[in-house]
């Protein structure tokens, strides 16, 4: 559910960077037809843009959408206003000049506080949605380190923002760097290194999911 609308936090004759909430699709495709994405708001919010964007091209098939995050990470994405533009910047994207980083909430107290992950990463061929740890899979290299430990001793189960904190329930905000652009890397490596990120849905486990959904 969007509970909140994309925010504009810069423009020029170039490009647009936008605040995208979380659970908000970025690019429109067959599978999500009935739902209303970034993509969809921008051309409302930006309809003189509309008629620079033609299907025949992937500046156009993707509105201008530079790059994206999954649906439900909320953070910075940049919309290229011109074709030239869209080129340049996914090219930096491409040779790494762009150094992204996100914050996580994970189960556990991660050790070591900081560290690298080198890991292919390759979509599971019995579930399509979803992507692991495989032989052969493509490189995917995450860097992190530790911001802030959690840890709660109560007396019994108590609710942290409609979360149930379990006794001894125990977390680690991290900020994590990708050096590569695997769909739901930072979510598989932390999964894999056994610390899945809070909440989510399809790596954190079902324990872990129906405590954190409550």
Request: with cysteine; net charge positive.
């Amino acid at each position: 559910m969007i509970k909140f609308d994309p925010i504009v936090i810069y423009e020029d004759n170039e490009l647009i960077i936008v605040d995208k909430p979380c659970g908000m699709i970025v690019n429109k495709s067959d599978t999500n037809k009935d739902e209303f994405t970034l993509q969809d708001w921008i051309s409302e919010k930006f309809s003189i843009l509309n008629f620079k964007f033609s299907t025949n091209n992937e500046f156009g098939k993707r509105g201008g959408i530079v790059h994206r995050l999954d649906k439900d990470t909320s953070g910075v994405l940049i919309v290229a206003k011109t074709e030239d533009a869209f080129i340049n910047l996914q090219s930096q994207f491409k040779n790494r000049d762009v150094q992204k980083k996100y914050l996580a909430l994970v189960h556990g107290i991660v050790e070591p506080k900081n560290g690298t992950i080198n890991i292919p990463i390759e979509r599971n061929p019995f579930n399509r949605k979803r992507f692991g740890v495989f032989l052969g899979g493509r490189e995917a290299v995450t860097e992190y380190s530790t911001i802030l430990n959690f840890k709660f001793f109560p007396l019994c189960g108590i609710r942290l923002r409609g979360t149930i904190i379990k006794k001894n329930e125990e977390f680690t905000l991290l900020e994590v760097s990708p050096h590569t652009g695997r769909t739901h890397q930072i979510r598989v490596h932390l999964m894999h290194l056994g610390h899945p990120i809070v909440s989510d849905i399809l790596y954190a486990g079902r324990k872990n999911i129906k405590a954190d959904l409550k």
